[in-house]
């Protein structure tokens, strides 16, 4: 897994640079904007489906009570906090994910 780069100067983005943000990112070096690109966009979309079935088998399989269950929700959804930043792909224009 690598950290994505500026698509403008090659800048690679720092982890913590990448744990917040919203529609793009500008880069510290040339301060351009930083656009993930629709293909990256439609492809994390796609996770979410496979994270909500990964969760709810896992309290099938584990047999989890309430407060057990809600905590590892929590961790699924932090590590994939955490994965997120690595699956960036920038670009310098904000394309649309469907043309
Ligand atoms: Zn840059």
Redesign the pocket.
Known sequence: MRLPH?W????LFKYRELFFFLKSKQ?S????Q?YVTAKRRLRNAWSSPFVVILMFSGFYLFNMTIPIAILYGIFIIFIGMLIGPFTYEFTGSDEALFD
């Open positions: 500026c403008n100067c090659n800048n880069c070096k040339c301060g351009k930083n």
